[in-house]
Nanobody, 119 residues
């Protein structure tokens, strides 16, 4: 049973920072992604990273302000979020995709961590 566990969410003032952590038992050729479910909006990709090469991708919500990184030894993936604004409010999910990034919906999803950005 593969478990994906997120942590690090919380309440932050606009302009502040948070670092989310995903404990994910990644393996070679897998990819790990952060997705966001905001109120009244469709779920969207925030950032992804491949386990073997560390190749990153950033969705529109993340460009210029967020950074995804990994620590293979600890099997953790991080999402550093800077200069947050209220649009960053939502539940952030960590997803482990065994196909390397082509089937996120079919991957292993964590329970999510709530991020609330106060204006």
């Amino acid at each position: 049973q593969i478990q994906v566990v997120e942590s690090g969410g919380g309440l932050v003032q606009a302009g502040g920072s948070l670092r989310l952590t995903c404990a994910a038992p990644g393996r070679t050729n897998w990819a790990v992604g952060w997705f966001r479910q905001a109120p009244s909006r469709e779920r969207e990709v925030v950032a992804t990273i491949t386990w073997n090469r560390g190749t990153t991708y950033y969705g529109d919500p993340a460009k210029g302000r967020f950074t995804i990184s990994m620590d293979r030894a600890k099997r953790k993936v991080y999402l550093q979020m800077n200069d947050l604004n209220p649009e960053g409010t939502g539940v952030y999910y960590c997803v482990l995709d065994g196909s390397g990034g082509s089937d996120w919906q079919g991957g292993y999803w964590g329970q999510g961590t709530q991020v609330t950005v106060a204006s």
